[in-house]
């Protein structure tokens, strides 16, 4: 591409069964932790379209047009469930659709200038970066809650957003109001980062929970009415451009669309705290996934020099780390279903044990 951005077309990699079968099982997982924790999945689902050589613009433009559907119909799960708050979702997502046109215009100008590696340094020092100081604070935050057990309190930040009566108000679907013009600065941020790293739910969840007062449960819901507006609307704008390899989305989609909908029914089985811990977890396992690689991008800018042994062995580290992070993520998710299905199915055996019993007492007396 030699810097441009004209025939982008050229980068697209070729797919073999083996890469098909990837992407498939990437699509399922990224879309269980999509609709389990809110954010696009796009935190995984990048890095692992880059693992197979994939380019960072490419990646993400598939991304963000896989992003859409699959957020949709996620809504429609959680809003089922009470766990969508729609007008503040709508309202933030058409303010994220001007943040998604800045983003890919800041993503064209450095393909431009740096090409093919200087994106993938970008959107690797943005992960690196974003998810380390993210993820950090969201496991501490969840490991208090889960360790008090006494469950999610609003922050002090979000207290003081909410005392702040500054027309139009936005009354939220827990409870409290919130200014618009303190949205707006969430919405930006949120489609900002979606079009450049693809990952806008993390600054989204977080910005709703602390800043604005949600629950994590009704956050990362209303997370994906802002995923499906600001895909849609980024995916014309990439799609124009010749940056989404169609393929790749199908076959992403083919596993997400299924995935998004067991996630969301996760969230019915677990405590609010669970779904930061699983965001946070799987935030800092692929922050350390995408930070090794980022000495394979210098060296193709030319400002460092690394052995093509040691950058196969960053590149293969990477991908196990990053394939670990999905791992991780969907065990948490389907382990804690699991087990309180299985706790939940015991109380009626309880309950009925506890019945019998007088009876039970009542029949030993009469034998006496």
Known sequence: MEGGVGDVVKEFIGLGAGSVIFLI??????????????SGGAFVLTPGMMSLGVPATIAVASNMCHKFPKALVGAYKRHKYGQVDIKLGVIMGITAIAGVQIGIEVQKLILKAWGEAGSN???????????????????????????????????????????????????????????LWITIPIGLGTGLLAATIAVGGFVGVPGMIYILGMSSLLASGSELVIAFIMGMAGTVTWGLGGFVDIRMVLLILAGSLFGVQVGAIGTTYVKDYMVKLVMALVMVIV??????????YLNDLGMITVSASTMSLLKNASFIIMCLALAVGAAIILGNMWLRKRALARVPLEEAQARLLPLKMEESKDQL
């Open 121 to 179: 340094l970008y959107v690797s020092l943005a992960f690196v970066c974003i998810l380390s100081v993210i993820g950090v604070f969201m496991l501490i935050d969840s490991r208090r809650a889960r360790k008090t057990e006494t469950g999610e309190k609003i922050s002090g930040l979000a207290k003081k957003m909410q005392s702040i009566n500054l027309p139009p108000m936005i009354k939220l679907k827990n409870g409290g109001s919130i200014s």
């Open 25 to 38: 099982v990437l699509g399922f997982l990224g879309g269980l932790i999509s609709g389990f924790i809110g």
């Open 287 to 296: 922050c350390i996934s995408r930070g090794l690689v980022i000495p394979n």
